[in-house]
């Protein structure tokens, strides 16, 4: 998802935060991952795009990470398979985010480290246990 600036000193309050405190990083073989900084709030629309984890619907992906990990639907953490209505929840994922400023689940244990029964816990706590159909 892409969010249009319509004040282009954004960018200069990025690149002043970044000299004064620069992101946390962790270097990975030969890539470098940097910890994303807060968007600032804009009243412009989204536009949906995808930044290569589209997959083609008529193949079987189970099991592999299709979405980013506080965005994944409960069939994709569950190795279920799944179709285009985790899209739809992912959408709604990054819709929360930009209205409520934070995401809806963490899916972190105490040592920051990605936590599939945790998340799922949280989705639990929040809606309630999953139907039998959804099981099946």
Known sequence: MLLE??????FSVFEEAELKQPAPRKVLGDR?????RRIPRTR??????DFGEARFADEDYRGQDVMPDVYRAP?????????????????????????????LFQARNGQQLLDDTLHLAEMVAIMGPPSREFLE
């Open 5 to 10: 600036i319509d004040d282009p000193t954004v």
């Open 32 to 36: 470098v991952i940097y910890k994303s």
């Open 44 to 49: 412009c629309l989204p536009i949906i795009t």
């Open 75 to 103: 069939e994709v953490i569950l190795k279920m398979n799944w179709d285009n209505k985790v899209d739809i929840w992912s959408i709604a994922m990054v819709f929360w985010d930009l209205v409520a400023g934070r995401t």
